[in-house]
């Protein structure tokens, strides 16, 4: 069983930066898909951010030029860089893994993100 967990959520100012973290506790290069979604209060969860193993990346309208998605093999983590952050961003962000579109994912416990204007 693979788990996931997210760190580096927090309080930050509108037009700040947050590093979000994602480890696994296997190799997170045997996963071909790796993701960050957030769900809002009272809002569904959305994706904002996914990166292949062949390194390529998709970002939600929303974040695009702010937020930057990557991994590092080495220390099993995925990143997301989220710079200009806005009230808009406040939510709770999850990791997500998978071997293929048609796999189960695996999925974090979420990490609080908070952006006050």
């Known amino acids: 069983q693979v788990q996931l967990v997210e760190s580096g959520g927090g309080l930050a100012q509108a037009g700040g930066s947050l590093r979000l973290s994602c480890v696994a506790s296997g190799s997170i290069a045997s996963f071909n898909i790796l993701s960050w979604y957030r769900q809002a209060p009272g809002k569904q969860r959305e994706l904002v951010a996914t990166?292949?193993?062949?390194?390529?990346?998709n970002y939600a309208d929303s974040v695009k030029g702010r937020f930057t998605i990557s991994t590092d093999n080495a220390k099993n983590t995925v990143y997301l860089q989220m710079n200009s952050l806005k009230p808009d961003d406040t939510a709770v962000y999850y990791c997500q893994a998978r071997y293929s579109y048609t796999t189960t994912p695996y999925w974090g416990q979420g990490t609080q993100v908070t952006v006050s204007s």
């Open positions: 990166i292949t193993s062949g390194g390529l990346t």
